[in-house]
């Protein structure tokens, strides 16, 4: 069995080892000894759990930097989807390894994705040894018509999807409320909890959808939701900002996994998240990055740091979303949202380590990690990622990174 | 003759040469030669001019994650002010040391600095190489009878300032109106004017001094500074939040320094920039970022981010603030307020240079440059920083770093 001790690290503000068997943190103390486990010294360094990323959409990042401070509908229009339209399977194969690199490099293990070419996705997630929620993306443009080609298609990825090992998994994603039909969202989410499937939605993100859907419905999107039988503990809902009071309740109801993207909702001017009216109702909040193309990153370091501040500028009150409750959105909020064993370094729980460099100049000095870790640090305070027991960085080493990155540049290249 | 010449860099899109001679670019273009220079090698790298940090306070650097997440008043008067009362010119000194390095590391040269213990900060800028503005801070606490004592001071400071180089600049900081007395501020201003020297200043930061300002003397910050005759274009004005339709004109009609610090203002809850408002009447704007304690960390990269995003968020429009507007205001904007030949890189210019690494995972690909600085990149990018013509760091070296962060943990422990 895999076997990994980490020497003197900090842990819990003290210094001790930890040991890895196969997946999962199996002890915790002082001088621990395992026989033929890979030794890691953790001198100078502390260990942390790694990051779950809920909402991204990794192979975008083809599209860092291809168009930026637009308007939405033009953004998607003249910008985004004629590249995507162009997009075969092995573009976003490298666009994902490429992304799998970042996130690894950034501490993050884990990402909820919604994107095309899925098994694209899939290969690159399990060649690099992250977790990923793939969510197979559903869009009918309201053209309930689409849904037997749709049916066909979901049959079949969820067949392929067993073939990819424990750490990727299929998700089905209906894109939003203005893209699928209702039949074809009813379906999507039955076809989900038949056969086990989370669902992943982006949900109450803008303002005009807000309004369009109480136009056409009379309802707001998340009572839209409610009324056609969408929400459940399995729907893991993106953005999140248009929300009414009654919406509020529907949330704690149906025990929504309310996913949060500062910085994507800043850059296109999405709307404020209500970050206050979700801790009053003790709703937790997990924070992510969205896609490359509205963010331009992976760094969930950053992404904390926009978490914490944008609800204090907004509430005109400094003492909203401390350091130490915005770190739980990338950590033990997400785990046990998605019902891991994880979010804290202890025995029991999946291998899913980070151990950053506490002689990074930005945690110096260590007067309170969880602010460091929030308002200071960046990604090149990582210096090694572990996940489900293997592991993937170490030093801020990849395997075949230079590999990926040639490749990477090849399609984008082809491509724009 | 000091000379330096960097082969094969990316600039201004085309790969070509730079040399320095002395303290100044003197020539850039293909197969430059020259005898005695010391070459450095800019193969997947681009040369970018160094950042400027318009308003911090270098040793504050010490209380990084100190207190956070707290009111205004408590946070200085339980919090920030007992250390900083404690503080010598030592702790200050290794304070600012530190700071340089994470300020060279993340490619900035310049610090328009105020702080205690001047010559603390002054020693530290000498020897590390940066250009700094030392603001000496001038505060009564609104008891004008102190300002004798001051008198004497800023005469003391102002003789031995001569003795730092050409890179450490006096300069007066009265903190702010609602710390220095009337007399005070005019005494300082006075005398700042008859010695050339530049007046750094807090001002319309929050609302409450915005409202005790119109209580007291019935007009606004501006408008009280005006009247009493501060305002002058030599001036650099931090904050500049809290301003009335004619406090603009003030501001164009003095041509002052306008200092944005984004994430400060939102840690803090100190109120939105009128960033749009500054835009419409030309005035260009300088992005900070502030001391260390209200921040967390001295990146100009993310420091440019918050600033990008902030007015869009503000002003429901993705537009507003693009990325190669944004990247002036640390770059061109502070160098053509503060009139030094800098702020691009070409012949003529100070040799005020950054080298980032095109490699960088947050670089690729390079769809857009100035897209990729302000909303990617962080401090890792920044490969080489070179001042006034002298290396400060190459491949992320600065020499004497571990000598540094052991002294200013030793401070910091001996103070908190």
Chains 1, 2 share one sequence.
Not at 71 to 77: D, E, F, S, T, V
Not at 191 to 220: D, M, P, S, W
Not at 227 to 235: A, H, R, S, Y
Not at 292 to 300: A, E, T
């Amino acid at each position: 069995m895999n076997k990994i001790l980490i020497k003197g690290v900090l842990l819990d503000s003290v210094i001790q080892d930890i040991l890895i068997e196969g997946n999962l943190i199996t002890q915790t103390g002082s001088n621990l000894r395992a026989e033929n486990a890979k030794i890691i010294d953790g001198g100078n360094k502390a260990a942390l759990p790694a990051f779950y990323n809920m909402h991204t959409h990794s192979a975008m990042e083809i599209l860092r930097g291809y168009a930026d401070d637009m308007a939405l509908m033009p953004w998607l229009q003249d910008k985004i989807w004629p590249v995507e339209g162009k997009m075969t399977e092995e573009d976003v194969y490298w666009g994902t390894k490429f992304a799998c690199l970042e996130m690894i490099k950034s501490g993050t293990v884990l990402a909820n994705d919604m994107y095309w070419h899925w098994h694209g996705e899939a290969r690159a997630a399990q060649e690099m040894g992250i977790r990923m929620i793939n969510g197979f993306t559903v869009l009918d443009l309201l053209d309930d018509s689409r849904l037997p080609q749709i049916q066909a298609e979901v049959e079949k990825v969820y067949e392929a999807s067993q073939n990819y090992g424990e750490l990727v998994e299929l998700s089905l994603a209906p894109h939003a409320i203005y893209t699928v039909s209702e039949k074809t969202l009813i379906w999507t989410a039955d076809y989900a909890r038949n056969h086990g499937l989370r669902l992943h939605i982006h949900v109450a993100e803008t303002e005009h959808e807000f309004l369009e859907c109480q136009k056409k419905h009379g309802l707001t999107p998340i009572e839209y939701l409610d009324k056609i039988g969408i929400l459940g503990e399995d729907v893991i809902a993106a953005h999140m900002i248009w929300l009414s009071e009654h919406d509020f309740e529907l949330v704690k109801k149906h025990n929504l996994t309310v996913v949060h993207c500062p910085v994507s909702n800043m850059k296109l001017s999405s709307g404020i998240f209500k970050y206050q009216e979700y801790q009053k109702r003790d709703i937790p909040v997990c924070v992510a990055t969205d896609g490359c193309s509205s963010n331009n990153n992976l760094d969930l370091f950053e992404e904390m740091k926009f978490a914490a501040l944008l609800p204090k500028i907004a509430g005109g009150n400094p003492e909203i979303a401390p350091a130490a409750e915005i770190y739980k959105t990338t950590t033990i909020n997400p785990a046990r949202a998605l019902g891991l064993a994880a979010g804290e370094v202890k025995a029991g729980n999946l291998a899913d380590i980070i151990l950053i460099d506490l002689e990074n100049l930005n945690l110096i000095p260590q007067h309170n990690l969880s602010s460091n870790l929030v308002y200071s640090a960046h990604a090149d305070c990582v210096s090694t990622t572990i996940c489900n027991g293997k592991v993937l960085m170490e030093e801020r080493k990849i395997p075949d990174e230079k590999v990926i990155v040639r490749n990477f540049r090849r399609v984008v290249q082809a491509l724009t």
